[in-house]
């Protein structure tokens, strides 16, 4: 209970002056970066995290005398258009650079050229597929190669196996969600 008074104690005798600090938006392809020019701080005085939520904190707070200290607060919505676990910062000559990636998007399968040549067979009497030169060439019949892997222990085992590696997987990857993540401030 001490402990909370005195903290009140130290804020009352510390001033805050709270700004906004210069800030300018770099698109350049395939990312943003935004700057902020902070020359009056140091890395160690600086604290970038990104919630579970897509929100990008950017924090800091400097003494600019023994009771006076400098602080700002800057936070941005991070869209789902950026890759938020490759974010990184760097700061450097007073500069902190925040460079956020965008996502790559993935062709779906319909999209790639060879998707055509890979499809499957409608019925079990079409064994044969044109190439794009017309000539015909025999492809056997896929469908009970399939049947027949599915039937199988070792199919059904490595099934069960990759079924628990995805839950394990996922559980990992919404406990680490759940937690603030840090993006790291690299210095030159």
């Known amino acids: 209970m001490d402990s909370k008074v005195g903290g009140t104690q130290l804020q009352k005798l510390l001033s805050y002056d709270e700004f906004e600090p210069m800030c300018t ?3 350049e392809d395939g990312q943003d970066v935004l700057v902020l020019h902070l020359p009056e701080f140091k890395k160690d005085q600086l604290r970038i995290q990104i919630s579970n939520t897509g929100i990008l904190k950017i924090t800091g707070e400097n003494v600019v005398d023994g009771k006076r200290r400098n602080r700002f607060l800057k936070e941005i919505k991070v869209t789902k258009d950026y890759d938020s676990n490759n974010i990184h910062a760097k700061f450097s000559q007073g500069r902190l650079r925040v460079t956020m990636p965008k996502k790559v998007p993935t062709p779906t399968m319909m999209d790639s050229p ?19 030169n017309g000539k015909t060439s025999i492809i056997p019949n896929i ?36 937690w603030t993540s840090y993006v790291r401030v690299d210095e030159d």
């Open 25 to 27: 938006w770099q698109r």
């Open 143 to 178: 469908r009970a190669r399939v049947g027949k892997v599915v039937k199988s222990k070792e199919f059904s085992a490595a099934m069960v196996n990759v079924g628990f590696v995805v839950v394990a997987a996922f559980s990992i990857y919404v406990a680490y969600n759940y």
């Open 114 to 132: 060879s998707a055509a040549a890979m499809a499957l067979p409608q019925d079990n009497q079409n064994d044969t597929i044109a190439n794009t």
